[in-house]
């Protein structure tokens, strides 16, 4: 996206949300990268990781991931934990003892937006320049544990084609789909088979 020469390759998604296992690590996507973007984005790619394992409505490969890495880095680290479970409590919700914590929404999106981007340089060869807008329902808001969009994420999730793809289906899947010539597009991601997550755009053209 910075136009600089494309000396690396970035994984999207982050290569760090997968298992280690080789079963769940297959045939991984690739886009081209510089070094600086690439290497600078790891950290946030960790803290993408530690907000998708713990949305609820995640299949046990999102706590196997979170055995693997990222409760090692926790006990090594400890000091993180101001940075990633700030005001960590615990809360009952929908009948479920559970914990909640405050979430930088800022950047969990930013690598979020990057990811889209990639996804859709993988499938069009072409740079998505649109600003794109958000909606996850794991999000809840404090005061009443609501998620913005929580309506329309259901409704749009039962009437659009089901045509996910993904080569590591229990990891992560996703579905673009696009209108005049990228103008105009959604993409849709699940990972850990959990809450969807909801990137849109409209009226900017791609450039080649």
């Known amino acids: 996206m910075c136009d600089a020469p494309a000396t690396t390759r970035e994984h999207i998604p982050p290569r760090c949300i997968f298992p280690k296992a080789s079963v769940h690590r297959k045939n991984l996507m690739t886009v081209p990268s510089c070094d600086l973007h690439n290497g600078e984005k790891s950290t946030s790619d960790q803290y993408l990781r530690h907000v998708l394992i713990c949305a609820l409505g995640n299949n046990p490969l999102a706590l196997q991931v979170a055995d693997e890495a990222a409760v090692p880095r926790l006990e090594k680290q400890p ?33 979020i937006d990057s990811l889209v981007r990639g996804l859709y340089f993988k499938e069009t060869g072409k740079k998505l320049m649109a600003k794109l807008e958000f909606m996850w329902s794991a999000l809840r808001l404090p005061s009443s544990l609501h998620a913005p969009f929580e309506q329309f994420i259901r409704q749009t999730d039962a009437t659009l084609r089901k045509d996910f793809v993904g080569a590591n289906p229990k990891v992560f899947v996703y579905a ?23 990137a849109v755009w409209s009226s900017h053209p791609p450039r080649d």
């Open 79 to 111: 000091h993180l934990m101001k940075t990633f479970l700030p005001n960590l409590r615990e809360i009952t919700f929908e009948g479920v003892n559970t914990g909640a914590f405050t979430i930088d929404v800022d950047r969990f999106y930013k690598v």
């Open 176 to 198: 673009l789909e696009t209108l005049e010539e990228g103008k105009h597009g959604i993409c849709r991601m699940r990972f850990y088979e959990g809450p969807p997550i909801y």
